[in-house]
């Protein structure tokens, strides 16, 4: 059962704090991806990568950051934690070329106190 | 620059109506996947359809469709007599070297 896994269900962090979100995915994806989700905004792409190491900004990168170290886990950074960054964060990945649809985790929900 | 629209926010029905989704997209690439997901209460993210761009191909799956029109960018998604377990948020998606995401539509369906 391919799988896509969110290190936390919930989560709850001060203001300044550095957050690491992680997700690991067990399907040889070359894709990863995160999102930020808010109501009525849909996903937003915060970072995605498509190789080890390689990263590319989505629309709404600042304040976060991300690592790809291993092809199976990509982690997203809140180098310090703010209130407008409290949400619910998706991981996805996907197969190189698209032949299948993005997988997702099960999501973390974020709050910055 | 890739973008997904979204237009309608909400759209409430009563049951055995027909539902109809726009999706309208942007990109510049050429070849590009196109998606649609559902996003019931529960909150996980459910994929429904898969689209590469050369296939125009329109689709029918039960009760759900798809009309891809790469001439108006459009994927639109009509719901065939709609059901109370229909209620949710569907998102279209949009796929070049990023995958991209509408804001959704939230779809009621009263009994």
């Known amino acids: 059962d391919v799988k896509v896994t969110q290190s936390s269900r919930y989560l709850v962090k001060r203001t300044g704090e550095k957050v690491f979100l992680e997700c690991v995915q067990d399907?040889?994806?070359?894709?990863m991806f995160w999102y930020r989700q808010d109501p009525g905004l849909g996903l937003r792409l915060i970072y995605f990568?498509?190789?080890?190491?390689?990263?590319e900004k989505g629309d709404i990168p600042e304040g976060y950051s991300v690592s790809r170290e291993k092809k199976e886990r990509f982690s997203l950074i809140l180098e310090s934690a703010s209130t407008n960054q409290t949400s619910m964060y998706l991981c996805?990945?996907?197969?190189?070329?698209?032949?299948?649809?993005?997988?997702f985790g099960q999501g973390t929900r974020l709050t910055v106190v | 620059a890739q973008k997904v629209t979204q237009a309608q926010t909400e759209i409430s029905v009563v049951e055995k109506e027909d539902v109809t989704l726009d999706c309208v997209y942007e990109t510049r690439d050429t070849t590009y996947y196109l998606f649609w997901y559902k996003q019931p209460p529960s909150g996980e993210l459910v994929f429904l359809i898969r689209r590469n761009s050369f296939d125009e191909q329109n689709e029918i799956s039960g009760r759900y469709s798809w009309n891809f029109q790469k001439s108006t960018s459009s994927f639109n998604f009509t719901i065939t007599a709609s059901q109370v377990v229909d209620s949710a948020v569907y998102f279209c998606?949009?796929?070049?070297?990023?995958?991209?995401f509408g804001a959704g539509t939230t779809v009621t369906v009263r009994a």
């Open positions: 399907m040889d994806h070359e894709n």
């Open positions: 998606a949009l796929m070049t070297h990023k995958l991209s």
């Open positions: 990568s498509y190789d080890v190491k390689m990263k």
């Open positions: 996805a990945s996907t197969r190189q070329g698209s032949t299948t649809e993005a997988f």
